[in-house]
């Protein structure tokens, strides 16, 4: 019984460490890498080139890599992250019901089957610009890769233009 309350207790506590952290700590913001290198490289913290991930025909459009395996750590000593936010900087169908999927694993399509993606949808106004969107992503190991696709209602094509926010934990 002693021991089941000690893991309940240590259980909690690191909890509410990864809260306080995720709460408390610096947020990065990554776009697309200057010079990109295969699946290692593809976002950099130095660069204003966001993302582009474009619809299918009124359906998904391809997965486009967002992070590489090297891009996490950030911070020196990091060993976890979450995606936090993504900021909408243009899209290419205003006034549309936009939907985007966020996965975190080896590809897109691997992470989505094993259910570790998170989704939005938005609509944006066509004069708007720079739209701050909260992500629910679960943690992950530095150097997991991250993927996004998009889907506009009716669309054939739609591209979403974003730059990509993360949280990262040293536990």
């Known amino acids: 019984m002693t021991t089941t309350i000690i893991n309940g207790v240590d259980a909690i506590v690191r909890e509410v460490e990864i809260v306080e952290t995720h709460l408390h700590s610096r947020e990065v913001w990554l776009a697309a890498a200057a010079v990109p290198v295969g699946e290692t490289h593809v976002a950099d913290v130095d660069t204003m080139v ?5 619809a299918g025909n009124d359906t998904w459009g ?9 891009d996490t750590p950030v911070a020196t000593g990091m060993v ?4 936090h936010r993504v900021v909408v900087s243009a899209v290419e169908r205003a006034n549309s019901e936009t939907r985007v999927q966020v996965a975190l694993g080896t590809s897109g399509a691997a992470a989505f089957a094993a259910g570790i993606f998170t989704e939005l949808v938005f609509s944006v106004p066509a004069n708007a610009r720079n739209i701050p969107i909260d992500l629910r992503s679960m943690l992950v190991l530095a150097g997991t890769k991250a993927w996004a696709r998009v ?13 990509l926010g993360i949280h990262e934990y040293n536990q």
Do not use: C, E, K, P
């Open 151 to 163: 889907w506009v209602d009716g669309q054939d094509t739609g591209t979403v233009t974003f730059f």
């Open 62 to 70: 391809n997965w486009l890599q967002i992070l590489g395996s090297s």
């Open 50 to 54: 966001a993302f582009v991930a474009d």
């Open 80 to 83: 976890r992250f979450d995606t």
